[in-house]
């Protein structure tokens, strides 16, 4: 008789406590399989350390496999469920598929980062829910302050040591915390120019900080950020992103190049395609974490609306201590359930107390209804940290020791570009990266750099891939929906529904037939356009898989690559159009582009023949440039795109 399977989606805080816990109550009686898109465990309580400097990346990422013996890790995000056929597809890191059949299905996907329907929020903020978004952080705000101490425009030094954080919860506390402490250790080793000072901007539409702990310690955690200069506005928020800055409610306008989004977290879109009961985005469950009416399903963490026994009519909020307590339960009723052991029992909990580290000594805490501050509240803060970490324990030890007696070393890796962390994404986790079958948003915003970013805009040299924008029409269809090819010097362009992948021009010019963009013309001393006597065809990179045109989903469509023709050696890799362009079929469109300039496309199905150009008299190369001069620079850069958001539900985990 074969062993029940039992598939647990997620690895976060209540993923990974059911799959810890079902491994030492099973033994061996049945196979657990855990499917995540990392092999860790991330502590998200202490990522703004990381993000300040304090922690390094791995010590707040606990090795799944080295931790949960008897589990077998399955890397891949879950895209699609058949609750009939108790099947899960996923899609693995390098775009492969995969299905796995269960008996019991945990849903421990999480959260992801909550939007609101704020004009500019989407393109220009970055959000705070996983190790990628720490690191670009922690290099974008080392970049501004070292561009503004290069710097002797007071106005750009003001901008550039400006940053802004919305949600005054705890992850938005700690992070203006621990942020203004390590801005102020940087100027202090390099004072800027102008004599100005960093600034850190805190925001939130509640009455009070961290709206979510005991009045008392909120104003201890407001009284610790007003002494080290935050500047704390309750009751403002942000009520437009733009390139330069942001505007808040109140009417001021704050320049600004960072915009750090905190807001909250909303479920994990996965749950939303079953069809089952919703409360809010959560997915319903009865007390025992069971979905009624599927008892092979069971739901816990932030996907699971769970009724709070101790608040009648009430459900548990999305905190990582109720999703840390919400997987031993689960794991003991999944086991009772499959009579390998655990006694099924319903979730009941007991406020032990709440935690937030501000930085140095400095902390508040209430352990068992004691609210302390000071030195005593920040021992109790790192000593539960220390205790609630399944790993790595010695290593944040010592962590900790050596950021107390030896300075921090400000620098910046660019490991982690801004398009990789856009706001709006499925996977806060994972950054997005060439080649991946989400490299680029399907029908979401992509990222950009925040507010008057340092980073160069989309389309343009070694900046961010072009992306489709509300109101124009997508590119040109191309068979196969191919990858763009690589600009100089910068990332591939993300895939286009339906549009032709952008072809890389000297100097970062927006892509042929890209919304926004124009064909690309024969530059001086540049080599034969295509379709001219004595020109090649460009040559193309081998396709990658394209995303989904489904906005905030998990599903995707890995393509094969199909065999290009080969590259002749010493030929052109820019192509043109002709400088007599064919007239327009019937029903091609021609959309308005950001820079008054026009884009006209035409769209054919996938796989059929590119329609033959005919021979147009060959352009003028114009006289040679001189020695060493520089390509054209780039004109286009898009602007903000409005989008709206559904109703989602508040929580900070």
């Known amino acids: 008789m074969s062993r029940p399977r039992i598939v647990i989606v997620g690895a976060g805080f209540a993923g990974y406590r059911t799959a810890r816990t079902l491994s030492r109550l099973t033994r061996h009686q049945a196979d657990i399989v855990l499917l995540n898109p990392t092999d860790y465990f991330l502590y998200l309580p202490l990522l703004p350390q990381v993000a300040a400097g304090i922690l390094e990346p791995r010590r707040v990422s606990v090795s799944l496999s080295g931790t949960l013996p008897r589990v077998r890790l399955v890397l891949g995000e879950a895209d699609g469920i058949d609750l009939d056929g108790r099947t899960v597809h996923y899609t693995d890191p390098e775009g492969g598929e995969g299905t796995l059949r269960y008996d019991r299905l945990v849903l421990a996907a999480g959260s992801v ?36 101490a290069a710097s002797d425009d007071r106005a750009e030094c003001a901008a550039r040591c400006t940053f802004v954080v919305v949600g005054a919860g705890y992850t938005g506390t700690e992070v203006a915390a621990h942020g203004q402490m390590y801005t102020d250790a940087q100027v202090r080793r390099h004072p800027m120019r102008t004599g100005m000072r960093p600034r850190w901007m805190l925001l939130d539409v509640a009455e009070r900080v961290l709206p979510e702990m005991d009045e008392r310690l909120s104003r201890t955690a407001e009284r610790v950020l007003r002494q080290r200069g935050v500047d704390v506005r309750m009751g403002t928020s942000v009520k437009e992103a733009t390139h330069d800055g942001v505007l808040l409610t109140d009417g001021t306008t704050v320049d600004t190049r960072t915009l750090v989004w905190c807001v909250g977290v909303r479920p994990d879109p996965l749950v939303e395609s079953l069809g089952l009961p919703m409360e809010r985005g959560r997915l319903l469950v009865d007390p025992y974490l069971q979905v009624p009416g599927r008892p092979e399903l069971f739901a816990c963490g932030d996907v699971a609306a769970v009724p709070d026994l101790t608040k009648p009519g009430q459900y548990t909020p999305m905190t990582a201590q109720h999703a840390w307590r919400h997987g031993k339960v689960c794991a003991d009723n999944v086991a009772a359930s499959l009579g390998i052991g655990g006694q099924r029992r319903a979730y009941r909990h007991r406020d032990m107390g709440f935690v937030v580290d501000l930085g140095g000594a400095k902390a508040a805490a209430n352990p068992l209804g004691v609210p302390m501050s000071g030195p005593a509240a920040g021992a109790v803060t790192r000593g539960y940290h220390l205790a609630a970490m399944p790993g790595n324990r010695v290593r944040v030890a010592a962590d900790w020791l050596l950021d107390a007696v030896l300075p921090r070393q400000a620098v910046q890796l660019g490991l982690v570009r801004s398009w990789s962390v856009p706001l709006e994404s499925a996977s806060p986790e994972v950054a997005r990266v060439p080649g991946r079958p989400d490299a680029g948003p399907a029908g979401s915003a992509g990222s950009a750099g925040g507010p008057g970013r340092t980073e160069p805009a989309e389309g343009r040299q070694g900046g961010e891939p072009a992306k489709a924008r509300p109101g124009e029409e997508p590119a040109k269809s191309q068979p196969d929906s191919e990858s763009a090819k690589s600009r100089p010097g910068g990332e591939p362009a993300k895939g286009q529904p339906g549009g032709e992948p952008a072809k890389g021009q000297p100097g970062g010019e927006p892509a042929k037939g890209q919304p926004g963009g124009e064909p690309a013309e024969s530059r001086p001393g540049g080599e034969p356009a295509k379709a001219q006597p004595g020109g090649e065809p460009a040559r193309k990179h081998p396709g990658r898989p394209g995303a989904d045109g489904a906005s905030g989903k998990r599903h995707r469509t890995s393509e094969s690559a199909r065999p290009r023709p080969a590259h002749a050696p010493g030929t052109s890799r820019k192509a043109a159009e002709p400088s007599a362009a064919p007239k327009p079929s019937t029903g091609a469109r021609r959309s308005e582009a950001p820079g008054g300039t026009r884009s006209s496309g035409r769209t054919r199905s996938p796989g059929a023949p590119a329609p033959t150009r005919s021979a147009g008299p060959p352009a003028d190369p114009g006289p040679e440039p001189p020695p060493n001069q520089p390509p054209p620079g780039p004109d286009i850069a898009p602007g903000p795109v409005k989008r709206t958001d559904g109703p989602a539900v508040e929580g900070d985990s």
Do not use: S
């Open 113 to 148: 980062n909550k939007l609101l329907p704020i004009p500019g929020v989407a393109e220009h903020a970055h959000g705070f829910r996983g190790l990628p978004e720490a690191l670009y952080l922690r290099d974008h705000v080392t970049r501004q302050v070292e561009l503004a």
